[in-house]
């Protein structure tokens, strides 16, 4: 009785994987061809690094600067998670707007009121309404894009597109974070904040004139047959 041959082990090769830098390549290939993937990409990037350094370098700066108290400044952080908070369980019960695009817009218009109001709040309890109105913002604005990035990119690249938000992110705050710091140094904290709500109403403003962007529609979801 002989037994069957066993296989060697060259017989059954593993999936061929291109090198790392070749894949991430092709992500930011992929993300930078798409109107709509490339400018939701780059508004994200914007988004973060020029809101994210606001609650964590420059609003201590500018409540020291106007001898608030220290609660003041927590407050306003405070505000920012109640108004993110109320604007996604609004959505979570209405569901994402139709034009993903037009609403990330509008998101982005209200960030920016909140920052402009923030750098000349004369009072704790404006800074408080615009923290508010920040979180609000933001949260529409990310709620909105995540469809369009996840409608837009290729099943076949999604994880490589999501990664390349991941760099964009994380590089903006690299490049940021000191600038913003080394600006409110010497030019003060209001100062620094009201740049950073006008660089990112120029995006919101390039965002709104791209046709593509703006009137991208997702397909409303399928009822359940069961």
């Known amino acids: 009785m002989t037994s069957a041959p066993r296989c060697a082990a060259h017989d ?8 790392v830098v070749t894949e991430a390549g092709e992500g930011v290939r992929v993300a930078m061809s798409h109107v709509v993937i490339r400018t939701s990409l780059l508004l994200t990037g914007m988004l973060a690094g020029l809101v994210i350094p606001v609650g964590s370098v420059l609003l201590p700066v500018l409540v ?23 604007v996604a369980l609004l959505i979570s019960r209405r569901g994402v707007h139709r034009r993903p695009g037009f609403v990330a817009v509008l998101g982005l218009l209200l960030t920016v009121l909140a920052l402009e109001l923030l750098a000349f709040a004369p009072v704790p309890a404006m800074a408080i309404g615009s923290g508010v ?7 529409l604005f990310t709620s909105h894009t995540a469809p369009l990035i996840l409608g837009e990119a290729p099943t076949t690249h999604l994880s490589r597109v999501q990664a390349v938000l991941s760099v964009v992110q994380s590089a903006t705050l690299v490049l940021t974070t000191p600038v913003l710091g080394l600006g409110s140094a010497h030019f003060g904290a209001p100062a620094a904040i009201a740049v950073c709500g006008a660089l990112l109403a120029m995006g919101a403003v390039a965002a709104a004139l791209s046709r593509t962007f703006r009137n991208t529609r997702t397909e409303p979801p399928q009822p359940d047959p069961t």
């Open 64 to 86: 020291r600067g106007r001898g608030w108290s220290p609660v003041s400044g927590g407050l306003v952080l405070g505000a920012q998670s109640l108004g993110g908070i109320a």
């Open 12 to 19: 059954v090769s593993p999936v061929q994987r291109k090198p």
């Open 133 to 139: 109105m920040l979180g609000a913002g933001i949260s």
